[in-house]
């Protein structure tokens, strides 16, 4: 057991990928088994990944979750901005703008309306909750487009760890609402064919979620949802840090 431990310690970052790749599998297999997968695997392992994180803090008594017990410390690596950023621009250089032309000006005027009202929505709930200064309230917006702009907005303003918790948390909340909302609400709002899943992704931009929700509604309509939802995500990172920031900042 020592040997074990010497090795899975020495191997962090290794390590780490073996512990989020057990994690996700038990996530879709819950995902499966238990809601028939109403609820996305992608969404399980998140909150899994938060409970994992909340737990390792209050046994090791530090701040940074898994990554101060010593044989999760690669997961402090993978974790990190270095390897997030990466996969943000692995993920844009994979889109194909050809693509979203196809959309057209709905698609596209989908995406930043998508971006903007979520972040509006975000600002208010964190200005409600008694935050008032621009990079918090910023950071909770961005999370509440996607648990991907949170983090990376958060970053690049020089958020504390928990308000930018708080950004993911509030991502999480939105992708697993549109995962089971989609299919009860998809008759009401036409959500029937190739151009308004694109809309609709655009709209609603939470990729995982998305994704999830047009499964569950017609599978056919799941590549039209997530390619705009893609997007989305890209367009966030772009313009929450930035121009969003600076109307906040002007405003307050």
Do not use: Q
């Not at 209050?58 to 997961?75: E, K, M, P, Q, T």
């Not at 499964?215 to 969003?244: E, H, I, Q």
């Amino acid at each position: 057991m020592e040997t074990l431990a010497l090795t899975v310690t020495k191997n962090g970052l290794i390590s780490a990928f073996l512990l989020v790749g057990v994690v996700t599998a038990f996530s879709y297999w819950v995902s499966d088994k238990l809601s028939r997968g109403v609820i996305h695997g992608s969404a399980v392992a998140i909150a899994l990944g938060l409970l994992l994180a909340y737990f390792g803090g209050l046994y090791s008594g530090g701040n940074r979750g898994l990554a101060d017990i010593s044989l999760f410390s690669g997961v402090a690596l993978m974790g990190g901005a270095m390897l997030r950023d990466f996969a943000i621009v692995a993920t844009a250089f994979g889109a194909d703008t050809r693509a979203l032309r196809e959309a057209g000006w709905a698609g596209a005027a989908s995406v930043v309306i998508g971006v903007v009202l979520s972040f509006l929505v975000g600002a208010a709930v964190a200005l409600a909750f008694g935050y008032r200064d621009a990079v918090s309230i910023s950071t909770i917006g961005a999370g509440a487009a996607t648990y991907i702009v949170g983090p990376v907005t958060g970053t690049a303003l020089g958020a504390s760890s928990e308000v930018i918790a708080l950004s993911v948390g509030a991502g999480l909340v939105k992708s697993v609402l549109v995962m089971i909302g989609t299919p009860l609400v998809a008759k009401l709002i036409g959500l029937n064919n190739p151009y308004a899943a694109m809309v609709y992704g655009g709209l609603m931009g939470t990729t995982s979620g998305v994704a999830g929700g047009l499964a569950a509604t017609d599978p056919k309509l799941v590549p039209y949802g997530a390619m705009t939802a893609t997007f989305y995500t890209g367009v966030g990172c772009l313009l929450a840090p930035s121009l969003l920031f600076y109307l906040v900042r002007a405003v307050l």
